[in-house]
C-alpha cells in the first residue's frame, strides 16, 4: 500500500527522511513511559518542523496506522482524533437516550 502512496511525493519532502526509524516507531521489547515519551518527544520535535506535518498525519489517520509518531501523533492521539472527528460527523451516533 506505501508503495502507491509514493506518488503524491509527500513523503520525499518529510522532515523525518534520513532520521532513524527508531525514533518514530516504538521498539519490540518492553519500553518505560519515561522512554517512549522521550522518544515521542524527540521525534515530535521533527514532526513539528515538517512541512508536510498534515499531510502524514491525514495519511496515518486514513489507513489507520496502528504504529507510530506520525504528524506529530502518537497511536492513541491518533485514535482519539479520529473519533472526535466521527463525533463531529454525527453527532447523534454517540448521544445517549
Not at 11 to 38: I, M, S, V, Y
Not at 56 to 70: N, S
Not at 84 to 95: I, K, V
Request: net charge positive; aromatic share 10%.
Amino acid at each position: 500500500m506505501a508503495a502507491n502512496t509514493w506518488e503524491y511525493g509527500w513523503q520525499w519532502r518529510a522532515a523525518c527522511r534520513g532520521e532513524d526509524t527508531k525514533l518514530f516507531f516504538p521498539p519490540n521489547r518492553f519500553e518505560p513511559k519515561e522512554e517512549r515519551l522521550h522518544r515521542e518527544h524527540r521525534a515530535k520535535a521533527i514532526c513539528a518542523t515538517c512541512p508536510v506535518r498534515v499531510e502524514c498525519l491525514e495519511y496515518a489517520v486514513r489507513t489507520r496506522e496502528p504504529h507510530g509518531v506520525w504528524g506529530g501523533l502518537n497511536e492513541l492521539e491518533r485514535r482519539l482524533l479520529l473519533r472526535e472527528r466521527e463525533r463531529r460527523a454525527d453527532p447523534g451516533l454517540h448521544s445517549v437516550g
